[in-house]
């Protein structure tokens, strides 16, 4: 991967970041992401930063966000800089909304999930709707096809038709994921987002975001998911990744193989750090090329 280009050519110091929501411990799957996002800023350079996505607080569990970092931490993973919360965000939020509206690129939404299933069609585009209690969508350009290069997944291009125009802000009153994400890549410099595969087919619409906002849009590699052995959803009783009682290099190893990194077998009795140097030294992002997801093996 290049390091990413500012508008006057002259290539931009690497920043990365792991995004976390603290809807539960952390998985496996979230620390292969971790992970593959540490290392490639690392390889780099680069400075690594953990934004907490707390955006959703109907969903966030008390005292994930803490729990979080503490497994981070125990596999040597640590923030570079304080950690971002997006629940101090929402102004910044509420701003780029009112600036998205004042260039008529969005609009009052009151259609129901179970209104519109699938792609968003458009229903309340041309409506002009006032009503308070309403969410609200970003406006596409009719016939826009949005094209980006995926340091992992290669070439990938979504037309507006297919994408249906993304809500940005929720009919609660909270900013969307979609916003939320492209504003604090932004606040934060973020020049590379490494993570996983499941949030490929967002970023055209976090691309479409950021253009209507004259922001800088950031390079992307989505690293594969892992799955059951069967290629099913990761299990609930697998999604916790728990310190005690673990073998932090074993586990870090582990993690390491599902990345495709090829590690040394004498690395499971290394001391973290020797094992992360080892990782920077061969970092290989190369070799999941085109890989959507890994399942673990059974
Ligand atoms: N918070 C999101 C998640 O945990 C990730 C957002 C991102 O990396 O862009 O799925
Ligand atoms: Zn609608």
Redesign the pocket.
């Known amino acids: 991967m290049r390091t990413g280009t500012s508008p006057g050519g002259v290539a931009a110091p690497y920043r990365g970041?792991?995004?976390?929501?603290p809807?539960g411990p952390l998985h496996t799957g979230?620390l292969v992401?971790a992970l593959a996002s540490w290392l490639d800023a690392r390889a780099h350079q680069g400075r690594w930063l953990i934004?907490m996505?707390d955006l959703d607080t109907p969903r966030c569990v008390p005292g994930a966000a803490d729990a979080i970092l503490a497994t981070l931490s125990g596999f040597g993973l640590e923030s570079d800089e304080p950690v971002m919360y997006q629940s101090a965000r929402h102004a910044a939020y509420s701003t780029a909304l009112r600036q998205l509206d004042a260039a008529h690129r969005c609009y009052r939404c009151t259609c129901s999930r179970g209104e519109s299933p699938g792609t968003y069609t458009g229903h309340c585009r041309d409506l002009n709707l006032q009503t308070p209690d309403a969410a609200w969508r970003l406006r596409l350009a009719a016939d826009a096809t949005i094209h980006f290069h995926d340091a992992i997944q290669g070439d990938c291009n979504a037309s507006a038709a297919a994408l249906g125009d993304p809500i940005i802000f929720r009919r609660d009153h909270l900013a969307a994921?979609q916003l939320a994400?492209v504003m604090d890549?932004a606040a934060q410099d973020i020049t590379h987002?490494v993570?996983?595969a499941?949030?490929l087919d967002?970023t055209a619409w976090?691309i479409a975001i950021a253009t209507a906002l004259s922001l800088p849009i950031p390079r992307y590699a989505h690293v594969p998911l892992v799955t059951e052995p069967g290629g099913a959803k990761l299990a609930k009783s697998r999604r916790s990744l728990p310190l005690h009682g673990r073998n932090i290099p074993a586990v870090l190893v582990e993690v390491l193989s599902l990345l495709q990194q090829r590690p040394l077998n004498e690395l499971t009795t290394a001391p973290v750090r020797d094992i992360l140097d080892w990782a920077v030294e061969n970092w290989r992002p190369d070799r999941l090329a085109g890989i959507r997801v890994i399942p673990l093996p059974s």
């Not at 970041?17 to 929501?21: D, L, T, V, Y």
Request: no cysteine.
């Open positions: 970041r792991f995004a976390p929501s809807t979230s992401a934004r996505e994921y994400v890549d987002v993570r996983g499941d949030l967002s976090q």
